[in-house]
């Protein structure tokens, strides 16, 4: 299968290997940025991570993710809680 093919699959626009990776690097990232009242802001995971926005958006929406013990959500900035313990 060619990188084009596995691009346009319907489970998503990113290949399921690079998913995990993301998903791996999201959980440990988790545990060193800033927790304000136990929620932690898109915003704040993006400029930590440098990822785009919408793969963290899907990463959070489809992948499993173990929040760690200080993090009760993950929240954008109208209040939308993206993943939430």
Do not use: C, F
């Given at each position: 299968?060619?990188?084009?093919?596995?691009?346009s699959?319907?489970?998503?626009?990113?290949?399921?290997?690079a998913?995990?990776?993301y998903?791996?690097?999201?959980?440990?990232m988790?545990?060193?940025?800033?927790?304000?009242?136990?929620?932690?802001?898109l915003?704040?995971?993006?400029?930590?991570?440098?990822?785009?926005?919408?793969?963290?958006?899907?990463?959070?929406e489809?992948?499993?993710?173990t929040?760690?013990?200080?993090?009760?959500?993950?929240?954008?900035r109208?209040?939308?809680?993206?993943?939430?313990?």
């Open positions: 299968m060619e990188i084009e093919e596995q691009l699959a319907p489970d998503g626009a990113y290949l399921p290997d998913m995990q990776n998903a791996r690097a999201l959980e440990k988790l545990n060193e940025i800033p927790v304000v009242n136990g929620a932690v802001d915003e704040t995971l993006w400029l930590e991570s440098a990822l785009p926005r919408d793969l963290i958006t899907e990463v959070l489809k992948m499993e993710i929040l760690p013990a200080h993090v009760e959500k993950i929240v954008q109208d209040g939308r809680v993206l993943r939430a313990r």
